[in-house]
């Protein structure tokens, strides 16, 4: 299978949400309460930042027989930064007395989130659309992500994820270590997950040029 990449454009905006997806992840779910409905209209406020214009920006899509079947988001995370758009779509979501339950789930995560290495390459989003999994896709995406950090004289690549998730098996195979791990009771009680692990891949130098 032929698999080429490039930069995300706002004509992907529709292709990006469906390989992000609606079905909502076990934290997201336990950050709607356990509402299913509410949790999948958080996952697509999710998927809204990760295809708006700045998401975008720092997308790369794989592309294989003419469908972007995956895409690749380096840097921040989607929800990391509250912007007003974010608190908009989040009383839409929740409402008020939603939001503030909401909140206050979120600064439970808050004691698991790890923050990426200063410096590093930081691998936020990697997805593979649904009917193209366990294709090889998600290695080729995690290949890239390695040519494109290599490129910007980054010396080394980051990313976290939640303690339960299988994908950290296709983290490790690409050459990722986890170096921290928190996790916390309150946090296990609420979303049945442990925590959240940082994982990192150091990048060798670049050899040094003829005559140096």
């Known amino acids: 299978m032929d698999i080429s990449f490039r930069p995300a454009t706002s004509a992907d905006a529709a292709a990006l949400r469906l390989v992000f997806g609606e079905e909502p992840s076990e934290e997201q779910l336990a950050m709607a309460g356990g509402d299913i409905a509410r949790a999948r209209r958080f996952r697509r406020l999710m998927s809204a930042t990760i295809a708006g214009p700045a998401g975008i920006r720092r997308?790369?899509?794989a592309v294989s027989d003419g469908e972007v079947v995956g895409l690749l988001?380096?840097?921040a995370e989607a929800g990391d930064s509250i912007t007003p758009a974010?608190?908009?779509g989040l009383l839409r979501t929740f409402g008020f007395p939603g939001v503030i339950r909401f909140l206050r789930r979120?600064?439970?995560r808050?004691?698991?989130h790890i923050p990426p290495p200063a410096g590093a390459y930081h691998v936020a989003e990697v997805h593979v659309l649904d009917s193209r999994r366990n294709q090889g896709i998600g290695a080729?995406?995690?290949a890239e992500a390695e040519r494109q950090a290599g490129a910007s004289g980054a010396r080394l690549m980051s990313l976290t994820t939640t303690t339960s998730n299988p994908a950290r098996h296709l983290y490790e195979r690409s050459g990722f270590r986890v170096v921290e791990t928190r996790e916390d009771a309150d946090f296990l009680a609420l979303t049945g997950v442990a925590g959240h692990i940082l994982m990192v891949k150091d990048l060798a130098p670049p050899p040094d040029r003829p005559g140096r």
């Open 110 to 112: 808050g004691r698991v």
């Open 140 to 142: 080729a995406l995690m």
């Open 59 to 61: 997308t790369t899509v």
């Open 73 to 75: 988001q380096a840097g």
């Open 106 to 108: 979120d600064r439970l």
């Open 86 to 88: 974010l608190v908009w």
